[in-house]
């Protein structure tokens, strides 16, 4: 081929990629503005007086199992990180992925001035700060074990090595959390009541003087409907009892609601959202037109 003729491909080529992550950002700036449009939409509710589900609310980060930063070691509630690695390709640089990962599967709870409910992260759309973003950062043991299996060198960067950077977001033990998901009952609660009640059930039957008590017409044995009043009583007593963290607030199932975390207060975590929009909305017009543009007027 041509070298000119390769070189006019390329550049259209290029303003199509151009015109492409143009639309691109236009139509995410019209997600983050319905995403806005939600959050101010949505009532925010009270942990007491929390229903099933979706709900808005308001409060503290609280652990339910405190957690280390895997690249800080500093104390939080949850945490998510990333390794990338510059590469090149030409003149162009860009940033890749070579490890990451979150505590997503650990839940922790959000507590407001009625009460606390428990936060299931998985799946969650996150706003967090990155407390830790570091560029050709000291290569601890703790880094050296998180990429093991990437295949990254840490050869020394003035060496020819590639750049790395290093981004750690968390949320700390006492921060403003805001979650926006569905309040839904906690899976598992059912069946460890229902394992509780066969506990209890199981102690009677190893106690000779309550075996005694459950024989109500006295003929020396438990029949089965006076073992069947037994299950009732000590299930009626459990239904009584204050559920452990009977719901929790997370992910929907369907994929249908919004699930949103953040580490910012409401009005901050608008504010965010409003700008981001603002300037996806009218950067990727200004991409996209720009790059139609050029590639119309090659073309001509």
């Known amino acids: 081929m041509d070298p000119g003729i390769r070189t006019i491909t390329e550049h259209?080529?290029?303003?199509?990629?151009?015109?492409?992550?143009?639309?691109?950002?236009?139509?995410?700036?019209?997600?983050?503005?319905?995403?806005?449009?939600?959050?101010?939409?949505?009532?925010?509710?009270?942990?007491?007086?929390?229903?099933?589900?979706?709900?808005?609310?308001?409060?503290?980060?609280?652990?339910?199992?405190?957690?280390?930063?895997?690249?800080?070691?500093?104390?939080?509630?949850?945490?998510?990180?990333?390794?990338?690695?510059?590469?090149?390709?030409?003149?162009?640089?860009?940033?890749?992925?070579?490890?990451?990962?979150?505590?997503?599967?650990?839940?922790?709870?959000?507590?407001?001035?009625?009460?606390?409910?428990?936060?299931?992260?998985?799946?969650?759309?996150?706003?967090?700060?990155?407390?830790?973003?570091?560029?050709?950062p000291e290569v601890t043991p703790a880094l050296r074990e998180i990429v093991g299996g990437s295949g990254l060198s840490f050869g020394g960067w003035l060496l020819g090595s590639p750049r790395v950077r290093v981004t750690e977001e968390r949320i700390h033990e006492g921060d403003p959390l805001y979650v926006l998901g569905l309040a839904q009952p906690r899976p598992g609660a059912s069946e460890e009541q229902r394992q509780a009640i066969a506990a209890d059930l199981r102690t009677w039957k190893a106690d000779p003087a309550a075996m005694a008590r459950l024989d109500r017409d006295g003929d020396g044995h438990v029949d089965a409907d006076e073992w069947e009043l037994a299950r009732s009583e000590v299930a009626r007593r459990h239904a009584a009892e204050p559920a452990v963290d009977p719901v929790i607030v997370g992910r929907d199932p369907t994929g249908d609601a919004t699930f949103l975390l953040s580490a910012l207060g409401e009005r901050a975590l608008v504010r965010r959202l409003g700008w981001r929009s603002l300037a996806s909305v009218v950067g990727g017009a200004g991409l996209a037109l720009l790059s139609l543009a050029f590639l119309v007027s090659g073309c001509a």
Request: net charge positive; aromatic share 6%.
């Open 12 to 136: 259209r080529l290029l303003l199509l990629a151009g015109a492409a992550i143009g639309l691109g950002l236009f139509l995410h700036g019209f997600t983050l503005w319905r995403r806005r449009r939600r959050i101010e939409d949505t009532p925010t509710s009270k942990v007491r007086s929390l229903s099933l589900g979706c709900v808005e609310l308001s409060g503290r980060a609280r652990a339910r199992t405190l957690l280390r930063g895997p690249l800080s070691s500093v104390p939080c509630v949850f945490f998510r990180w990333r390794v990338e690695e510059e590469r090149r390709s030409g003149k162009s640089r860009s940033w890749h992925t070579v490890a990451s990962g979150s505590s997503e599967a650990v839940a922790f709870e959000l507590e407001d001035d009625t009460g606390r409910v428990l936060v299931d992260p998985r799946g969650a759309q996150l706003e967090i700060e990155a407390q830790l973003r570091e560029t050709d």
